[in-house]
């Protein structure tokens, strides 16, 4: 008990520290470069507070739950070997856990907004609520191909560089021919659709793929579906843009 | 009382977000895999403090970091702040006095990169695979640092007005010639910690610092210049963790 006790106490300790960076940067800013006071610093203790413990339990449920989740069902597909359910098991992972992404919501709702104002869709809710949709299921299906391309690529230990290095040339050919509002939107909806569950998930399914087959480096080979999921969503939602 | 009511409230946000990724998993491996799941008491606890530190970690930080960080996005690019009191903005801008908009970037970049949890899945990850080569701070610090430079170069564009993708362009350019050289082994977990890094905690601050910008520099359309940070944010650290393999193998050839 003591020892789990002082285990606990040790990475609270540990997230303190990986918060203590935004601490610094946030009241340097506040109290050197803008002078002003700190409002609400019961509110601010408290909050910490939740962070630290917060991100302890993550980190904790991380190598409980996820990890071991993702590298049993990555070894379970692999032993059974069926190419084909592994394949939609990785199309539905990328696709369901983009479309109820928050993140997402928000951009494709920005999104609908430009395209409105751009005259690309008339002006009204429903035009735009029809295109925000839209372009969610374009960016979600888009992360499950990204993840049967990068899965795919793990299986037949393609190598990663001319992949990307293909991605980068349509997404710089897609640049030249998509409308100008929505290049900053594609690009954007990169980044934004990997969230913080999905991401350990995807890790662990990769590494665990790679080192359940003969002849893959978990190092290798095991990273690179986020990478995948990065840059699809890019082509697909300037393809989006130029189709409507 | 309030705050239970809150903390109940952001728990079950996080599971109607964590529902559909659980119902696929679990399905999957009732309906396809058929096998039980090895220590499956662990594994649902797992999941359970997933769940709880997710939502103490976004209610802690809609509570104490994301109200303030935003102000001060809103307060660093206000021209009152830049052009003193009387908050005249000349005709033709100068980039370089947003010094402090560009400090600021660089800072929360780094900082809310080196606090963001999907990164410190990866980074340990990352360390267990590679045997301990890959180092769990080594990897946090050089993709924080990419992330900072790029969200400064982010929010440089933004006040020049230039447009996004000659940098974007560029930056493929230089991962490209980049790839060639760096150690192999580094290459996808590089490409990959181009999308972990912006999530929970970089986005809503970083975003706020993008509207703010382009809605004060004059010239700026909101709504086209206020996007395109997280694209900066997801395309430097491919760069930074490439540099720092290519680093650390230079100090490892050398020492020899």
């Known amino acids: 008990m003591q020892h789990a006790l002082f285990a606990l106490f040790k990475s609270m300790l540990g997230s303190l520290r990986d918060l203590l960076p935004i601490i610094l940067v946030i009241g340097f800013f506040q109290a050197v470069v803008l002078q002003q006071p700190i409002p609400g610093f019961i509110d601010i203790i408290i909050g910490t507070l939740f962070i630290i413990l917060g991100l302890t339990f993550f980190i904790y449920g991380l190598e409980m739950g996820l990890f071991p989740i993702g590298e049993s069902m990555a070894n379970a597909f692999a032993r059974k070997g069926s190419v084909v359910w592994l394949l939609i098991f990785a199309f539905c992972l990328g696709f369901g856990t983009t479309v109820a992404e928050p993140a997402l919501i928000a951009v494709a709702d920005e999104a609908s907004e430009v395209a409105a104002l751009g005259g690309m869709i008339i002006n009204t809710p429903e035009a735009m609520e029809s295109y925000s949709n839209g372009l969610r299921f374009t960016v979600a299906f888009s992360v499950g191909l990204a993840i049967v391309i990068g899965v795919l690529r793990i299986l037949k230990g393609w190598s990663i560089q001319y992949m990307i290095m293909g991605g980068y040339i349509m997404v710089v050919i897609m640049t030249a021919l998509a409308p100008k509002e929505i290049i900053g939107i594609a690009y954007d909806s990169g980044g934004v659709t990997t969230s913080t569950i999905t991401v350990p998930l995807v890790t662990a399914l990769g590494v665990g793929l790679a080192s359940s087959i003969k002849g893959r480096n978990p190092m290798t080979d095991g990273f690179g579906l986020i990478a995948f999921a990065s840059l699809t969503p890019m082509i697909f939602v300037m393809a989006y843009g130029m189709i409507i | ?256």
């Open chain 2, 1 to 256: 009382m309030d705050l239970l009511m809150r903390i109940l409230q952001m728990i079950i946000d996080t599971s109607i977000d964590v529902l559909p990724i659980a119902s696929i998993i679990f399905g999957f491996q009732f309906l396809v895999i058929r096998r039980p799941i090895p220590n499956l008491k662990r594994v649902i606890i797992g999941f359970v403090y997933v769940l709880i530190g997710l939502s103490l970690f976004l209610l802690g930080l809609e509570q104490a970091l994301f109200p303030l960080g935003r102000l001060m996005a809103d307060q660093l690019t206000n021209p009152a702040f830049i052009y003193g009191d009387a908050g005249l903005v000349p005709e033709v801008i100068n980039w370089k006095d947003y010094y402090w908009v560009y400090l600021f970037a660089f800072a929360i970049g780094f900082s809310t990169t080196i606090a963001e949890p999907s990164l410190i899945a990866v980074a340990i990850k990352a360390h267990e695979v590679s045997g301990g080569t890959v180092g769990v701070w080594g990897l946090r610090r050089a993709v924080a640092i990419g992330v900072a430079v790029g969200i400064t170069l982010g929010t440089y564009r933004i006040v020049t007005g230039l447009p996004i993708h000659y940098f974007i362009i560029s930056g493929y350019i230089i991962v490209v010639i980049q790839t060639f050289f760096a150690p192999k082994m580094i290459v996808p977990l590089a490409y990959d910690s181009g999308g972990v890094t912006t999530s929970t905690v970089t986005v809503p601050l970083v975003a706020a610092l993008g509207l703010g910008l382009a809605e004060t520099v004059p010239g700026r359309n909101v709504l086209i210049d206020g996007f395109g940070l997280i694209a900066f944010a997801s395309l430097f650290p491919i760069m930074s963790v490439m540099a720092y393999a290519q680093i650390s193998e230079y100090m490892g050839n050398r020492s020899h």
